[in-house]
């Protein structure tokens, strides 16, 4: 009599799981896109109040600071100040203990491999973007390398450049990866505009 019973309610078991799981997957795919909809509309917030720390939700770790835009590459990417994993998860983050964004010294972003970075694998030397800042400054750049460093390495730092960080390899089965790829881009110019998305 146990095994009928036990027999019968393994599907409902298993299908309830299934729907869970279901579940589970939707609402962090809707979260994913709820959350890049309102770190957009922030930007466009943010360009309108270059002087505010524009948040995309109240309880966010960091505000957004800056856009990336790398038409080669077809991204546009907005980048959130302060690189905790909670913002890494959303964005790619600005090291705020690098430069400032289009300063002379050293400026680090750093962004995830499989999602928001994951575009850097095909970067080639010589590319050219650019970044909006918060006032509507356009700093533009072009890479002038991609090479593969150690987790610990920060001495590039020390030179002045746009570095972009990511883990590598890309698509790797295992995590905790001590290696990292950085493209290290040269300001060219900056200009300023009109306000525009």
Not at 36 to 54: D, F, G, M, R, Y
Request: glycine share 6%.
């Amino acid at each position: 009599m146990a095994m009928a019973t036990l027999k019968k309610a393994l599907p409902l078991c298993v299908g309830l799981l299934g729907i869970s799981l279901l579940l589970n997957g939707s609402y962090m795919q809707a979260k994913a896109w709820l959350a890049q909809h309102l770190i957009e509309s922030a930007w466009q917030h943010a360009l309108l109040t270059p002087n505010e720390k524009v948040r995309p939700w109240f309880y966010a770790d960091g505000y957004v600071t800056a856009q990336l835009n790398w038409p080669t590459q077809q991204q546009r990417l907005t980048i959130l100040a302060g690189a905790s994993g909670r913002n890494l998860a959303f964005a790619p983050v600005h090291f705020l203990p690098s430069g400032e964004l289009s300063s002379d010294n050293g400026v680090l972003i750093a962004g995830h491999n499989d999602t928001h970075f994951a575009f850097l694998k095909n970067v080639k030397v010589g590319e050219s973007f650019s970044m909006q800042l918060q006032n509507g400054q356009v700093v533009h750049y072009q890479v002038r390398s991609v090479r593969v460093i150690h987790q610990h390495e920060q001495a590039f730092l020390m030179q002045p450049g746009l570095y972009l960080l990511t883990c590598y390899p890309f698509d790797s089965l295992a995590s905790g990866t001590e290696l990292r790829l950085l493209v290290s881009a040269d300001k060219l110019s900056s200009s300023t505009s009109i306000l525009s998305s």
